[in-house]
């Protein structure tokens, strides 16, 4: 049965509920998913509330974002403690760091004429973590552009005028933070990243895994990124990266064929740091 561990609800820049998204999973017969929210944890209850009415598995995740060197790297986060208490003042503090950097992008787009206010984009986000995808997609609806790439490309992108730094961790950072919440940390898209030949030292920090499978990675991607963990000794991982039905690239879950080991893989390192006394056999 597929599984799916990259999936973006409401809760963050996604456009599906993390219940339309159980949902949608459990109609394509999947296995488990991970709801893997940008710097949120809030829909994961309601989505493990949901999957009870269904015979599907809903991985407890996050994505955190970090920068490296002017490089946007994401660190996913695999069977978290979600409810702990330091953990989710990091994330309000994340979240925070978002609505402020979303004041200073509207006041660049009204410079160039692009007249959006701050409560269209929050009602876009619906109590999500406000992203760059939410000024967009008002962007759309107003009329400023012809698609939400066209946003990213002429105004909200890293080299577009309108972009503006956002507050965010050192990859490590990032890893031990996951690590302090017992997470499995996992190097998310490495193909777009392009860090390889810092993966020896995230490794080093605690990284466990990369994700070998993704929407936007080619098959000789797909191959280095399986062959690069292997030699690494790290979990292959992988998932769609969906973000629903009004993203840039449409509704992306269930378009990536993900291994059922790499939730027994997540698992059984999981138990291994639970039960380190535990014994194994090779």
Request: aromatic share 8%.
């Amino acid at each position: 049965m597929p599984v799916d561990l990259h999936l973006h609800s409401t809760a963050s820049d996604g456009t599906l509920t993390p219940f339309e998204l159980v949902n949608f999973a459990a109609r394509l017969g999947f296995k488990a998913i991970a709801l893997t929210d940008h710097d949120s944890v809030e829909g994961i209850a309601l989505a493990l509330q949901e999957a009870k009415k269904h015979k599907i598995e809903v991985i407890p995740a996050v994505e955190l974002s970090s920068d490296l060197n002017g490089r946007d790297i994401h660190i996913l986060g695999y069977y978290i403690n979600y409810e702990q208490d330091f953990f989710l003042e990091h994330l309000k503090r994340l979240r925070q760091h978002r609505y402020e950097r979303a004041i200073k992008m509207l006041e660049k787009l009204k410079e160039l004429g692009l007249e959006i206010a701050l409560k269209e984009v929050l009602a876009e986000a619906r109590n999500g973590a406000l992203g760059r995808a939410h000024l967009a997609r008002v962007m759309l609806k107003k009329g400023y552009i012809d698609s939400v790439e066209e946003a990213f490309k002429r105004f909200l992108g890293r080299t577009a005028p309108c972009y503006v730094e956002k507050y965010i961790y050192t990859p490590e950072d990032a890893i031990k933070l996951i690590l302090k919440v017992g997470g499995i940390a996992v190097l998310a898209h490495p193909g777009l990243s392009n860090v390889d030949e810092f993966i020896d030292q995230f490794k080093e920090s605690g990284l466990s895994g990369i994700e070998v499978y993704h929407s936007e990675h080619t098959s000789s991607q797909v191959k280095k990124y399986a062959n690069l963990a292997k030699k690494n000794k790290l979990i292959i991982t992988g998932g769609s990266d969906c973000h629903g039905f009004e993203s840039t690239r449409g509704l992306l879950i269930g378009s990536v064929s993900v291994p059922d080991s790499a939730v027994e893989d997540l698992k059984d390192l999981k138990f291994k740091r639970e039960f380190p006394n535990a014994l194994f056999k090779d």
